[in-house]
């Protein structure tokens, strides 16, 4: 069991996490038709909307309520209302997900109640669109965390409740955040490959995979449909991926009785037997010839690429569960984790973090930690202390600014893990330093009675 090292700084070097709103933001991002909407300053949200466009490079769809110094001291609820009826006018959207900031969690206010109240006396005119609140203030928590509190109030505030009838092929997914476009993509041709129907919550896959409309859409475009939210219960089974669905899952439990099995990561050759077994036991069908060969082909790279992994040692730094999930597998694969430094401490899976110990903290302690590290492994904002440090640097996570297609990027079962194998050990030969004519050469230094003595081997 790792111990957590709690955070001791009165200040972040070098900023590791991201926030809770960009988190639920995120999730909103994955449900069609979908505008999420920040209630606090315009700042919060300009912040936010930069990091997105830079790591997806594309436009994203994000509003604010713009509370100003008037707003701020008497409150937002009048700024909450327009913009509620501002967008549903203007952009027509099936969702608009509130996120709230820390401007108005730190005053106080009843959202729940002031979204009741627009529900009450715009009730025709917000007709059509669904309004869910997610309560996430920047102050505490990270983008994990976000993410499942967005989900979390989906399917509080829209899934119809009470035990329905079942459909056997329908399966409920609700997926970490740390899990990318491709690995939602590879997640769903896998399970409909038994024969069985995914519905994902929430569905990135179809909103940010980078297709260009053949019209401007001034909402998400593709992903978890609201209907398909409203009509969840009726699946016969939910897998969950990351313990920070857990909550979400444990909601959607008690609200329709559906029945859930988690995933603390979906990496690594045990995961993904275990997530096909599943599989093959829900449908009765028995495991198809191509996933059996793309585990053979795992298998291989397991054999070609642990050579440059064993001995090795690894500082990571990244949300709890991706902590979790990548160093399973670095450790799996011979290697050791000589730093891990999380985001936040709020999350159980921490003391499963194969590591003597975990820091809650940034960068900076991360660039403290990792001093004698063959590897770092972390988001682009890593890239200054990777210099520093002299060490690789492998982008992982959110945000990746400097590199292209971050999010077609495979990291979960056979073929994502056989993926991350290659270019782990990729990685270790380009940056493998050549040996010197000294370290070739141990006579080179031998000393002599007479005074150092050079090599046979440099005579002419």
């Known amino acids: 069991m790792a111990r957590i090292l709690p955070q001791t700084k009165s200040s972040a070097v070098n900023p590791l996490k991201s926030s809770q709103p960009l988190g639920a933001a995120f999730a909103f991002l994955g449900v069609d038709g979908a505008m999420p909407l920040f209630h606090g300053s315009q700042g919060c949200t300009s912040f936010a909307l930069v990091l997105f466009v830079r790591h997806f490079k594309e436009a994203i769809p994000l509003q604010t309520t713009a509370m100003d110094e008037v707003a701020t001291i008497l409150g937002g609820a009048d700024n909450l209302e327009e913009a509620i009826l501002n967008l549903k006018t203007r952009t027509k959207p099936k969702l608009i997900g509130v996120c709230t900031t820390a401007l108005v969690e730190t005053r106080g206010e009843d959202c729940a109640g002031d979204i009741a109240d627009i529900r009450l006396k715009r009730a025709e005119e917000i007709a059509g669109t669904e309004v869910v609140l997610a309560n996430t203030p920047d102050f505490d928590g990270a983008i994990e965390d976000g993410w499942a509190k967005a989900v979390t109030a989906m399917i509080e505030g829209i899934t119809r409740p009470g035990e329905q009838a079942r459909q056997p092929k329908k399966i409920a997914i609700l997926p970490g955040w740390n899990l990318t476009v491709a690995d939602i993509e590879h997640l769903r041709e896998m399970v409909e490959s038994f024969g069985l129907k995914p519905v994902i919550l929430p569905d990135v896959s179809g909103s940010l995979d980078g297709t260009v409309p053949d019209r401007w859409v001034t909402t998400t475009y593709g992903g978890t449909s609201v209907e398909d939210i409203r009509e969840l219960g009726t699946a016969e089974q939910c897998i969950v991926i990351g313990e920070h669905m857990r909550c979400p899952a444990e909601v959607l439990h008690k609200v329709t009785g559906v029945p859930y099995v988690l995933f603390r990561s979906l990496t690594g050759l045990k995961s993904a037997d275990r997530f096909v077994s599943l599989l093959s036991a829900i449908s009765g069908a028995s495991v198809p010839a191509g996933v059996r060969r793309r585990r053979a082909q795992l298998q291989d790279a397991l054999l070609d690429g642990h050579f440059h992994f064993g001995g090795k040692k690894i500082a990571i730094a990244a949300e709890p569960d991706q902590l979790y999930q990548l160093a399973t597998f670095f450790v799996g694969m011979g290697s ?125």
């Open 336 to 460: 050791e984790i000589a730093a891990a430094v999380a985001t936040t401490d709020m999350s159980k899976i921490l003391e499963k973090v194969p590591a003597e110990s975990v820091q809650i903290g940034d960068l900076g302690d991360l660039e403290t930690l990792a001093a004698s590290a063959d590897l770092l492994v972390t988001h682009s904002h890593g890239r200054q202390a990777a210099q520093r440090l002299g060490i690789p640097l492998m982008r992982v996570g959110f945000p990746i600014f400097d590199r292209l297609g971050s999010q077609h990027k495979l990291t979960i079962l056979y073929q994502g893990t056989r993926d991350l194998v290659f270019e782990v050990a990729n990685i270790f030969q380009a940056y493998r330093q050549a040996p010197t004519p000294e370290e070739l050469d141990p006579l080179r230094k031998r000393e002599t009675p007479d005074g150092p003595r050079s090599s046979p081997l440099t005579r002419h």
